[in-house]
């Protein structure tokens, strides 16, 4: 019976530290810059800005969990449909109207602005 060979300690436990410390560097370097990132983003904006520094915050925590998606064109769009189901039956045509930017429809202003405006002009004969 032949003796096997004794394996030779290897020095992992220093590499393994290393490469540790080098990816909580890392990590902590870009959780700063993404810091940096979200105040920079808040300047400007019509909202208290320590409100708007912790929402970013919490989104980018939730987008850190894989939690915060957008929904697709078409799904905002359903939901806007949607909505204008509620309104009176005289009104709906319009709404939809509106929704759609079909006709003679503009549209202004934004979310950070307080909304977007849409408004369609339809002309009523004279009895």
């Given at each position: 019976m032949?003796?096997?060979p004794?394996p030779?300690?290897?020095r992992?436990a220093?590499?393994?530290?290393?490469?540790m410390?080098?990816?909580?560097?890392?990590?902590?370097?870009?959780?700063q810059?993404?810091?940096?990132?979200?105040?920079?983003?808040?300047d400007?904006?019509?909202?208290?800005?320590?409100?708007c520094?912790?929402?970013?915050?919490a989104a980018r925590?939730?987008?850190?969990?894989?939690?915060l998606?957008?929904a697709?064109g078409?799904?905002?769009?359903?939901n806007?449909?949607?909505?204008?189901?509620?309104q009176?039956?005289a009104?709906?045509?319009?709404?939809e109207a509106r929704?759609?930017?079909?006709g003679a429809t503009?549209?202004e202003g934004s979310?950070m602005g307080?909304g977007v405006?849409?408004e369609?002009v339809t002309?009523i004969p004279?009895k």
């Open positions: 032949t003796a096997s004794v030779t300690p290897r992992t220093p590499r393994l530290l290393a490469v410390v080098l990816g909580a560097a890392a990590t902590l370097a870009a959780a810059g993404s810091v940096a990132a979200d105040k920079a983003r808040c400007g904006v019509q909202q208290d800005k320590a409100a520094q912790r929402e970013a915050g925590q939730e987008a850190q969990r894989g939690g998606t957008s697709s078409a799904t905002y769009d359903q806007a449909l949607a909505r204008c189901r509620s009176p039956a009104d709906r045509a319009d709404c929704v759609r930017g079909s503009s549209t979310v307080g405006i849409r369609t002309p004279a």
